[in-house]
């Protein structure tokens, strides 16, 4: 592909091994090579006159950004499937582009799920945390008694890819399988799932997985009300910041409605909230839904592929085209 040597891209992290060549190849990369996000201040000056951005969900593209970065930028392209960190309206205003990378994290976040279902039911978090202490235990009948998953109903909140993944996987475990979407899906995409209405899907999951995008009409629409209609002793796996409201997540689990939940995606990364740190009965992992290698560096090549499409005019292999009600960023 022949790109503009004038083009220059800011990329502002570290990417997986092997990712960045090509893009080094066509155009002058601007490579904040850290895992830790770039200062703002930092990243206002290095976007000066680039023609895209190679940006993650820390680094909030704003009018600020939009603005830093000039007349020149052409693309915002997002190192994730969610873009919740990008003003989408004040980048349409410019006439720049954005992109994000959904598909190719399906399969590793869906797996992701299953470990923090499997983790939260049977209490793994719980027992390796004893058995470190050295603290004294000894098996017994009725000793750290979990949740048994097979023929349990599950229910899925959010049946995009990586819900109809997690629908996929529920077979293996005999598990019959509810989903509230806006839509409901074509018969072909359900899995064997049934629709419900969000209320209704509540209350009869003592499973929910929460994949649902962040937009919104979705944010905190997991609330204090809406855990309480869930069956006592239920189990909740988040794997979307902000659809779950983490203060009423910790409340229901210290009041011992839920049984248990596990959360990889948090509200206000990298902050967890504390009443969440104090629930023995939650698994909390620290936003691991993507990472596998293949995965990570999958994910980087999309973004690469949209941004070498930019450079030259190209339609863009994945290009983001929001809802009506998608949110406005929030610093992490």
């Given at each position: 592909?022949?790109?503009?040597?004038?083009?220059?891209?800011?990329?502002?992290?570290?990417?997986a091994?092997?990712?960045?060549?090509?893009?080094?190849?066509?155009?002058?990369?601007?490579?904040?090579?850290?895992?830790?996000?770039?200062?703002?201040?930092?990243?206002?000056?290095?976007?000066?006159?680039?023609?895209?951005?190679?940006t993650?969900?820390?680094?909030?593209?704003?009018?600020?950004?939009?603005?830093?970065?000039?007349?020149?930028?052409r693309?915002?392209?997002?190192?994730?499937?969610?873009?919740?960190?990008?003003?989408?309206?004040?980048?349409?205003?410019?006439?720049?582009?954005?992109s994000?990378?959904?598909?190719?994290?399906?399969?590793?976040?869906?797996?992701?799920?299953?470990?923090?279902l499997?983790?939260?039911?049977?209490?793994?978090?719980?027992?390796?945390?004893?058995?470190?202490?050295g603290?004294?235990?000894?098996?017994?009948?009725?000793?750290?008694?979990?949740?048994?998953?097979?023929?349990?109903?599950?229910?899925?909140?959010?049946?995009?890819?990586?819900?109809?993944?997690?629908?996929?996987?529920?077979?293996?475990?005999?598990?019959?399988?509810s989903y509230?979407?806006?839509?409901?899906?074509?018969?072909?995409?359900?899995?064997?799932?049934r629709?419900?209405?969000?209320?209704?899907?509540?209350?009869?999951?003592p499973?929910?997985?929460?994949?649902?995008?962040?937009?919104?009409?979705?944010?905190?629409?997991?609330?204090?009300?809406?855990?309480?209609?869930?069956?006592?002793?239920?189990?909740?796996?988040?794997?979307?910041?902000?659809?779950?409201?983490?203060?009423?997540?910790?409340?229901?689990?210290?009041?011992?409605?839920?049984?248990?939940?596990?959360?990889?995606n948090?509200?206000h990364?990298?902050?967890?909230?504390?009443?969440?740190?104090?629930?023995?009965?939650?698994?909390?992992a620290?936003h691991?839904?993507?990472?596998?290698?293949?995965?990570?560096?999958?994910?980087?090549?999309?973004?690469?592929?949209?941004?070498?499409?930019?450079?030259?005019?190209?339609?863009?292999?994945?290009?983001?085209?929001?809802?009506?009600?998608?949110?406005?960023?929030?610093?992490?």
């Amino acid at each position: 592909m022949t790109t503009t040597s004038t083009a220059t891209v800011l990329v502002t992290r570290r990417l997986a091994p092997g990712v960045l060549e090509r893009l080094a190849a066509a155009c002058e990369v601007v490579h904040h090579d850290s895992e830790q996000p770039m200062p703002r201040a930092a990243l206002l000056a290095a976007a000066d006159g680039c023609t895209a951005l190679l940006t993650t969900l820390d680094d909030i593209v704003d009018d600020e950004l939009l603005d830093a970065a000039g007349p020149g930028l052409r693309l915002v392209a997002n190192h994730a499937v969610g873009t919740h960190n990008i003003d989408h309206a004040a980048c349409a205003a410019r006439g720049v582009a954005v992109s994000h990378t959904p598909g190719v994290l399906t399969e590793a976040t869906a797996d992701m799920a299953w470990a923090l279902l499997l983790a939260a039911t049977r209490r793994l978090g719980e027992g390796e945390r004893l058995l470190r202490s050295g603290e004294p235990w000894a098996w017994a009948p009725t000793f750290m008694l979990g949740v048994e998953l097979a023929g349990t109903p599950l229910g899925i909140l959010g049946m995009g890819r990586i819900g109809q993944a997690v629908a996929r996987r529920a077979a293996g475990f005999g598990m019959p399988v509810s989903y509230h979407n806006r839509h409901r899906l074509p018969p072909e995409r359900e899995h064997g799932a049934r629709w419900l209405p969000l209320d209704e899907l509540l209350a009869g999951s003592p499973v929910l997985v929460v994949t649902a995008p962040l937009t919104a009409g979705t944010r905190h629409l997991i609330d204090a009300e809406r855990i309480a209609g869930m069956p006592r002793g239920a189990v909740l796996v988040s794997m979307t910041a902000g659809v779950v409201d983490e203060d009423a997540l910790a409340a229901a689990l210290d009041s011992g409605h839920l049984f248990a939940a596990a959360v990889d995606n948090f509200e206000h990364e990298p902050a967890v909230p504390a009443a969440l740190l104090a629930q023995e009965r939650a698994v909390l992992a620290p936003h691991l839904g993507s990472a596998t290698v293949r995965t990570r560096q999958a994910m980087g090549d999309l973004a690469v592929d949209n941004v070498l499409a930019a450079l030259v005019g190209a339609a863009l292999p994945s290009r983001f085209s929001p809802p009506p009600t998608s949110v406005p960023p929030s610093s992490p």
